[in-house]
Nanobody, 120 residues
Framework: QVQLVESGGGLVQPGGSLRLSCAAS????????MKWYRQAPGKERELVAA????????NYGDSMKGRFIISRDNAKNTVYLQMKSLKAEDTAVYFC?????????????WGQGTQVTVSS
C-alpha cells in the first residue's frame, strides 16, 4: 500500500521557519522524483519545490527561491522542505508528491497534505 504522510505543518509567525517532512512507503522511493506542492484557499495548486530521485538536482517556484530548501534521505524514504522567512502568502496546505516514469508507465502518488498557517 502506497503511503505519503506529511508532517511538520502548523502555525508560525511571519519571518519564522518550519520544516515539513514526507515519509513514504509502499514503493521504491529512491526511484521517484519528489515534489512539494501547495494550495491556498481559492487558488490553484502550485509547485513549491522538486528534487530528482538521487537528490542531485532541485528546482523551486519563483516565490520560494532563496527561502525554501528541498532535500531527501533515500535511506529513510523521506523528503523534507525547509522553509524560512515565511510570509502570510505562504499559508496553504502543502502536499507531497511522488512521480516515477518507467517502461510500465507513469506513476503519481499524493499525500493528504499538511496545513501551514503564517500569521501573527
Amino acid at each position: 500500500q502506497v503511503q505519503l504522510v506529511e508532517s511538520g505543518g502548523g502555525l508560525v509567525q511571519p519571518g519564522g521557519s518550519l520544516r515539513l517532512s514526507c515519509a513514504a512507503s509502499g514503493f521504491i522511493f529512491r526511484s521517484y522524483a519528489m515534489k512539494w506542492y501547495r494550495q491556498a484557499p481559492g487558488k490553484e495548486r502550485e509547485l513549491v519545490a522538486a528534487i530528482t530521485s538521487d537528490g542531485s538536482s532541485t528546482n523551486y517556484g519563483d516565490s520560494m527561491k532563496g527561502r525554501f530548501i528541498i532535500s531527501r534521505d533515500n535511506a529513510k524514504n523521506t523528503v523534507y522542505l525547509q522553509m524560512k522567512s515565511l510570509k502570510a502568502e505562504d499559508t496553504a496546505v502543502y502536499f507531497c508528491n511522488a512521480r516515477g516514469t518507467f517502461l510500465t508507465g507513469r506513476y503519481d502518488y499524493w499525500g493528504q497534505g499538511t496545513q501551514v498557517t503564517v500569521s501573527s
